[in-house]
Structures are given as structure tokens and as C-alpha cells.
């Protein structure tokens, strides 16, 4: 029983990484676990179960960098640094299904909630990025701006997609930016 649901929500991850959501049906997910259908329906009644299942089957596949390694390193730049190549190799290996479930989140509703823990990890993510600069008032603004746009699945692709810039160069203009939105306005004191 578990190991049929297990194929279930593996097939269906497959599917999601390769097609997309929105194309994947449940006849598709069904032959590629190697059950019928209402075996499909039986394990998961909803899509959004389906959904949540293909959610964990990936990302106990694919986990999320670690967090605390990066709380670790006091400067800012440096752990600015480190935090951007750990993230942007996770989204090279596993851009396609990022890709896919993002495009397809727009259509399907209850494919939604299977992106809030992303949401949660990537605003975490940003509030640690944004420790250890002076920023205050409005620059703090500019600078949780600048780092939630930094570890924002979208503009690391739209930076590297078609090899348009090395990941290196993409943590380069990155970095670049979250200073700018650190530093004090001209004629202002930190």
C-alpha cells in the first residue's frame, strides 16, 4: 500500500518535471506507476493530494540547501556570496520541475499551497541575507527588497536561461545590487 502510493507520487513528480503539471494527466500518472486508474483516485482522492504527495516525493529527492551553515558566516558579503552559489546550483538541478510547477501554479489552483514552504524557506533565506549590513529606515527597505529579489527562483533564470551569464557572474551583478540597496543614500550618514 505504501509502496504503491510512493510510485504514485514518484510518477507523478516525473511527470511534473518533464510535462508540467497542467499537461499531466491522471491516465499518464497511472501508467507510468504501473496501476490503473482508480488506484490512482483510491491513494489520492484530490489533485491537490496528488499534489502535495508529488510535493514531498521531490523534495525529499531534491532538498532544500541548509540554512544554518549560512546563519554562521558574520559577513554579509561573504555569506551573501555563499547563500547565492549554494541557491543557484539548487536551481540549476532542478530547474525544469521549478519551472514547470511555477508556470503552472498561474492555472491551477491547488497546486498553490504546494509552494508556500518554498515561499517560507526563500523569505528565511532573505531575512539572513539581509543580517549584518548597516541599512535602517527605508535603505532596511531597499535591502529586503534586494535580497528577496536575490533568492527569487525567477530572476536567477532570467539572468542564466540560454547560458545568457555564468552562475558566477549572475552571483556577481546579484551581490552588486544588495550592496547598492545597503549603502547610505548620498549625503546621508549609516
Not at 507510468?32 to 496528488?50: M, N, S
Not at 508556500?116 to 527588497?145: C, N, Q
Not at 549572475?170 to 544588495?178: D, K, Q, T, W, Y
Request: proline share 5%; hydrophobic share 40%.
Amino acid at each position: 500500500m505504501v509502496e504503491t502510493r510512493q510510485r504514485i507520487a514518484a510518477a507523478a513528480a516525473e511527470l511534473h518535471g518533464t510535462v508540467g503539471p497542467a499537461r499531466t494527466t491522471l491516465s499518464a500518472v497511472a501508467d507510468r506507476a504501473g496501476v490503473q486508474r482508480h488506484t490512482v483516485y483510491r491513494h489520492f482522492p484530490t489533485e491537490a493530494d496528488l499534489f502535495g504527495a508529488c510535493s514531498a516525493h521531490f523534495f525529499a529527492e531534491h532538498p532544500l540547501p541548509h540554512i544554518e551553515p549560512w546563519r554562521k558566516i558574520s559577513d554579509p558579503r561573504q555569506r551573501l556570496e555563499q547563500v547565492l552559489d549554494d541557491l543557484y546550483a539548487y536551481y540549476e538541478s532542478t530547474e525544469r520541475m521549478f519551472s514547470n510547477v511555477l508556470r503552472d501554479a498561474e492555472l491551477i489552483e491547488d497546486l498553490r499551497p504546494t509552494l508556500v514552504p518554498m515561499k517560507e524557506y526563500l523569505d528565511e533565506v532573505a531575512e539572513i541575507l539581509a543580517a549584518g549590513w548597516s541599512a535602517r529606515g527605508r535603505r532596511r527597505h531597499l535591502l529586503m527588497t534586494a535580497t528577496r529579489h536575490a533568492v527569487d527562483f525567477q530572476a536567477w533564470r532570467s539572468l542564466t536561461r540560454d547560458d545568457r551569464i555564468t552562475r558566477a557572474e549572475a552571483i556577481e551583478l546579484i551581490v552588486g545590487l544588495v550592496e547598492t540597496a545597503a549603502a547610505p543614500l548620498p549625503g546621508t550618514a549609516k
